[in-house]
DNA sequence: AATCCTTACAACCGCACGTAG
DNA sequence: ACTACGTGCGGTTGTAAGGAT
């Protein structure tokens, strides 16, 4: 089609780090006429900047309810199960922690969570319950309902996740997934949050059907939900959801128990507590959210 | 104290999609 | 149907700050 690169790669542009005299330029401009329609930005601003350098400084950064700072125990626990989930969708992880942008979050893995994700998988490479059809056992957790802090109750993509499109940028580690497989996914983990055990199991099932109804039998046997009771301790917990997604995930080869093995060893006492809702040292096994 | 290396994060780049004309 | 534009997204780069030597 022969688009032009980008606007404003003209003389005069300029590049690097904004000035706080800029940001102040932007915010009241944005605060008289709303976001969007970027291209009069520099127009209307006098700003020396690229349209795409306004909507990217204002969405990344100036944007009101950006919360800055180190991530929560809780917040990686979200990223680093959504990546496993979802690969390098950074718009739909972000969708999950509407404070963080995708920008925050993708950064956020490159330079934290991925050499940790991969530290704890290179010893425990050998123990991955992988089978011959490349299957990977996730284990995501039970949240109590009683529980005040199970903080991923509830909580809902900002943006109807099953819907959002994926497009440009290198292909990722699970580009195989459809987009209908994608939305399954994205239900399944919704379905897995939910507070009580049972709407937990029910929403699995439906997504489940979806599915069965889009892609046939033989590709809904691939996700298999099942009930587990499971005694922790002296505490007999509800039924978890367990599910077992295989070829949906294609070479995702992250399991989600040793994951959360890490998250425990890595997570001092009341950062854990605020993550999973339950003490430290209760299970061995897959935690209990 | 100076230099080199590493880390963290802001910003840029290029591509793709949706849509209005 | 085609084109141009506006925007979103993911990957990559640039750079400042802190740490190691």
């Known amino acids: 089609?022969?688009?032009?690169?980008?606007?404003?790669?003209?003389?005069?542009?300029?590049?690097?780090?904004?000035?706080?005299?800029?940001?102040?330029?932007?915010?009241?401009?944005?605060?008289?006429?709303?976001?969007?329609?970027?291209?009069?930005?520099?127009?209307?601003?006098?700003?020396?900047?690229?349209?795409?350098?306004?909507?990217?400084?204002?969405?990344?950064?100036?944007?009101?309810?950006?919360?800055?700072?180190?991530?929560?125990?809780?917040?990686?626990?979200?990223?680093?199960?959504?990546?496993?989930?979802?690969?390098?969708?950074?718009?739909?992880?972000?969708?999950?922690?509407?404070?963080?942008?995708?920008?925050?979050?993708?950064?956020?893995?490159?330079?934290?969570?991925?050499?940790?994700?991969?530290?704890?998988?290179?010893?425990?490479?050998?123990?991955?319950?992988?089978?011959?059809?490349?299957?990977?056992?996730?284990?995501?957790?039970?949240?109590?309902?009683?529980?005040?802090?199970?903080?991923?109750?509830?909580?809902?993509?900002m943006s109807s996740y099953p819907h959002t499109t994926c497009s440009g940028g290198a292909p990722s580690n699970n580009e195989a997934m459809t987009d209908t497989t994608t939305g399954v996914v994205s239900n399944l983990f919704q379905a897995w949050m939910r507070p009580s055990p049972a709407a937990a199991t029910a929403n699995c099932k439906i997504a489940m059907q979806e599915f069965q109804e889009e892609q046939g039998a033989a590709a809904a046997a691939s996700i298999v939900c099942k009930e587990q009771m499971v005694t922790c301790g002296d505490v007999n917990r509800p039924p978890a959801l367990e599910m077992v997604v295989a070829p949906v995930m294609g070479a995702s080869t992250a399991t989600f128990s040793l994951l959360e093995d890490w998250l425990l060893d890595d997570m001092p006492g009341q950062a854990m507590d605020g993550f999973m809702g339950i003490s430290a040292g209760c299970c061995a096994d897959p935690i209990m959210f």
């Open 1 to 157: 089609m022969g688009r032009p690169p980008c606007c404003d790669n003209g003389v005069g542009v300029k590049k690097g780090p904004w000035t706080p005299e800029e940001d102040i330029v932007l915010v009241s401009y944005i605060q008289q006429h709303g976001p969007g329609n970027w291209r009069s930005v520099p127009e209307n601003t006098g700003l020396m900047r690229c349209s795409k350098s306004c909507r990217l400084r204002w969405t990344n950064y100036l944007r009101p309810g950006i919360k800055r700072g180190n991530f929560t125990p809780h917040e990686e626990g979200i990223i680093i199960h959504l990546q496993a989930l979802l690969g390098n969708k950074w718009a739909a992880i972000a969708s999950y922690l509407p404070q963080r942008t995708d920008n925050d979050i993708k950064n956020y893995w490159n330079t934290h969570l991925k050499k940790k994700v991969k530290r704890l998988q290179q010893p425990a490479a050998d123990s991955f319950q992988t089978t011959a059809s490349n299957a990977v056992t996730c284990s995501p957790n039970y949240y109590s309902p009683s529980s005040s802090h199970h903080s991923l109750q509830g909580m809902q993509p």
